[in-house]
């Protein structure tokens, strides 16, 4: 697998929409699950958004209803759409990945930052 490697972060007003994506080569094939987390100063690292080997997704209760998670299998990317953004969204945004059967998420990218101005 090649590293995962997000973009699309950066300033936004509140109200907003964003897109992440994250390049995801060789995490696509269904043997992998991937996941958005974000980390807010002084916070805990928390998941967002989660899509598993066989496509079903799972959201987070803090997001819920603002985020979309998608993969696209054909260009191996992760893509997180946000809406509704609030000044407390604001984090550093992370895709993750770990082998379906482990429970761990081992690889991560570097992140992306949101910053969301009211």
């Known amino acids: 697998q090649g590293p995962l490697v997000e973009s699309g972060g950066g300033p936004v007003q ?3 929409s964003l897109r992440l994506s994250c390049a995801a080569s060789g995490y696509t094939s269904g043997k992998h699950c ?3 987390f974000r ?3 002084g916070k805990e690292r928390e998941r967002v958004a989660s899509i598993y080997g066989g496509g079903t997704i799972d959201y987070a209760n803090s997001m819920r ?3 979309i998670i ?3 299998d054909a260009e191996e990317s992760l893509h997180l759409e946000m809406n509704s953004l609030k ?3 604001t984090a550093m945004y992370y895709c993750a990945a770990r082998l379906c059967w482990d429970s ?3 690889f991560w990218g570097q992140g992306t930052q949101v910053t969301v101005s009211s």
């Open 14 to 16: 509140a109200g907003g």
């Open 87 to 89: 000044p407390e969204d």
């Open 65 to 67: 209803g603002r985020v």
């Open 70 to 72: 998608s993969r696209d």
């Open 34 to 36: 991937l996941a958005w």
């Open 39 to 41: 980390q807010a100063p």
């Open 104 to 106: 761990e998420y081992r």
